[in-house]
Structures are given as C-alpha cells and as structure tokens.
C-alpha cells in the first residue's frame, strides 16, 4: 500500500466491462511529507475521496479485491482516507546524541 | 519480503472494511547498513511494531492472506510480519 495525493476526476465513457460505474480518480503518489513520488496514476475510488485529499492506495492484484465483484481490470483502488501521519520532520534529530531521525 | 525502518503511525477514519481495528504504519526500507532506499509506503501491523523499529514487511497479498485468514477477498498487500534484533553482514 502507498501514499497519494488526489489531484482530479477522470471521467471516461467508454470502458472495459467490470469499470462501469466505477470513479476514477487521478492520483500523485507521495512520501510521508506528502513529496510526489513517481508518475501521477489513475485509481479506482472506493471511499468517496476527492480532490485535495491524502489517500492511502492498494496496487496490483489486491486493488482489484477492493471492488465487488472483484474480478475486474484494476490495477490501484483508493482504500482510505489519511487523517493524520505521525512522522519525523524529515531534518529531525535525536535530541541525545544529535543523530538523524 | 522487505527490511524496513518504522515511520510512524498514520490515522484514516474512512477505510475499506478489511481494515477495520488494524494499525497503520508508514514505513521506510533500508539496504543492510540501515540506510533508506526506495519510496516508503504503509503497512499494516501484526506484530506491535514501534516507531523507528526495524521490521520485516511482507509485500505480497497472498501471504498476508494466509496470515488473517480473513477470506480470499482481503485488498491488503503490506504487512509488518516481524520485528529485527539484528543483522549480520559480512564484511
């Protein structure tokens, strides 16, 4: 699973059978300090996310499980919705021994 | 199965069911002197994994499967299967 960053709505009318009826969302992957990560992906929605939000991702094989039915031409579904990351700042420091995070 | 460094706990009120009651992590890999490599990515935890840990993730959905036998249709591929002590590596 992976971070993401909704960035649009694709709407598209013309689509594999199994995608009928399903949202597609447009995606940036990002790191934990929401920095983009590799190429922006199109996703299946199943939590009815929207522009601007913090998503977690399942890729592969498993994107397809979070659909019903699930035997469908997916390859990432948005499974939830990020409401917080307890994360270091990235040039946070060990306040003893001064070491990186 | 991937050795990685624990971020930290992540919070998502609005989830898919099979996510229900299990933790969340973000976590880092790193290479066998402990450096980062690679993008980090979230994880759920079976082992009660604390942050800056060293974990064992498993990154493939069929073994997570097995692990919660929660059925055949469960959308998780990462799971923190194993906290490390150590590693050896040879010089």
């Known amino acids: 699973m992976y971070l993401g960053i909704v960035k649009g709505t694709i709407v598209a009318e013309r689509k594999a059978q199994g995608l009928e009826g399903k949202k597609l969302l447009l995606v940036q992957p990002v790191d934990e300090h929401h920095a983009p990560v590799g190429d ?45 990351i307890d994360a270091p700042a990235r040039d946070a420091v060990d306040l003893e021994t001064g070491a990186p995070r | 199965m991937r050795c990685c460094r624990v971020v930290g706990p992540m919070w998502a009120a609005v989830k898919h069911p099979a996510f229900a009651g299990r933790p969340l992590f973000v976590v880092q890999p790193v290479d066998e002197h402990g450096q980062d490599t690679g993008a980090s990515f979230v994880a759920i935890d079976n082992v ?44």
């Not at chain 1, 992906?41 to 522009?51: F, I, L, N």
């Not at chain 1, 939000?53 to 659909?67: F, K, P, Q």
């Not at chain 2, 009660?48 to 591929?77: C, H, S």
């Open chain 1, 40 to 84: 922006v992906q199109a996703a299946v929605d199943t939590v009815q996310a929207g522009e601007g939000d913090l998503v977690y991702l399942v890729g592969s094989r498993e994107a397809a499980l979070a659909l019903d039915p699930w035997f469908v031409p997916v390859d990432a579904a948005i499974v939830g919705i990020v409401d917080g």
């Open chain 2, 48 to 91: 009660q994994a604390g942050v800056g840990d060293k974990v064992i993730v498993l990154t493939e959905g069929n073994g997570v499967r097995q692990i919660l036998q929660m059925g055949d249709v469960v959308p998780i591929r990462s799971m923190i299967v194993g906290i490390v002590d150590h590693v050896d590596v040879a010089p």
